[in-house]
């Protein structure tokens, strides 16, 4: 069974730079693709970027210039990296797993699979 | 600010159907994107509960359904359990400034 874990630093102040990883274990990495999403604190989802197996990126336009995603497939692994944090980034951040559904086209994908969470607080 | 609105709340007493709307625009589900549907259980991480639209992975019960028309997608819950009590946010693709993956607002179900 796929399973997806994560980890990083839960504590940042303004200005430093988040990261985060996630591990693929129990499963096929390549020929899918690989997602960071987040959820402030009583809110809703918002999807910050993807990245596949030969490092093809997308991301969410309003964090474009903060955000790099990164993927090592010697691990199973794929990385967030959010520079000059705010308070406004304080959120739980979830890893993800976009499913490769034959006959739909890729914009048409869903998380079927996702991470626990890890809560990032930035704060003085 | 989310471009896929959902009614913040709907309830309903145990046994009745309850539905939640997803209204988007011709950019996105008007556009022909798939929706989507995630269950989020108190401190747990979403679940895929509906895929294109309409599709129930493997796993969830036929209690749950999905549509979609026009600009908007749906989701329906025919005889509502209180282990259905949870929030519930839609998802489709968004054209505009460059394309993204885009979640609705996300409603709350209460089970009276």
């Known amino acids: 069974q796929v399973q997806l874990q994560q980890w990083g630093a839960g504590l940042l102040k303004p200005s430093e730079t988040l990261s985060l990883t996630c591990a693929v274990y129990?499963?096929?990495?390549?020929?899918?693709?690989w997602s960071w999403i987040r959820q402030p604190p009583g809110e809703g989802l918002e999807w910050i970027g993807e990245?596949?197996?030969?490092?093809?990126?997308n991301y969410n336009p309003s964090l474009k210039s903060r955000v790099t995603i990164s993927v090592d497939t010697s691990k199973n692994q794929f990385s967030l990296n959010l520079m000059s944090v705010t308070a406004a980034d304080t959120a739980v951040y979830h890893c993800?797993?976009?499913?490769?559904?034959?006959?739909?086209?890729?914009?048409?994908?869903?998380?079927?699979?996702w991470g626990r969470g890890t809560l990032v607080t930035v704060s003085t | 600010q989310s471009v896929l609105t959902q009614p913040p709340s709907v309830s309903g007493a145990p046994g009745q159907r309850v539905t939640i709307s997803c209204t988007g625009s011709s950019s996105n589900i008007g556009a022909g994107y798939d929706v989507h549907w995630y269950q989020q259980l108190p401190g747990t991480a979403p679940k895929l509960l509906i895929h294109?639209?309409?599709n129930r992975p493997s796993g969830v019960p036929d209690r749950f359904s999905g549509s979609r028309s026009g600009t908007s997608g749906s989701l329906a819950i025919n005889g509502v359990q209180a282990e259905d009590e949870a929030d519930y946010y839609c998802q489709s693709y968004d054209s505009g400034l460059g394309g993204s993956r885009v979640f609705g607002t996300g409603t709350k179900v209460t089970v009276l």
């Open positions: 294109g639209n309409s």
């Open positions: 990245i596949n197996n030969r490092g093809s990126t």
């Open positions: 993800a797993r976009l499913a490769f559904r034959l006959g739909r086209r890729p914009h048409n994908w869903d998380f079927d699979l």
């Open positions: 129990g499963g096929s990495f390549s020929g899918h693709y």
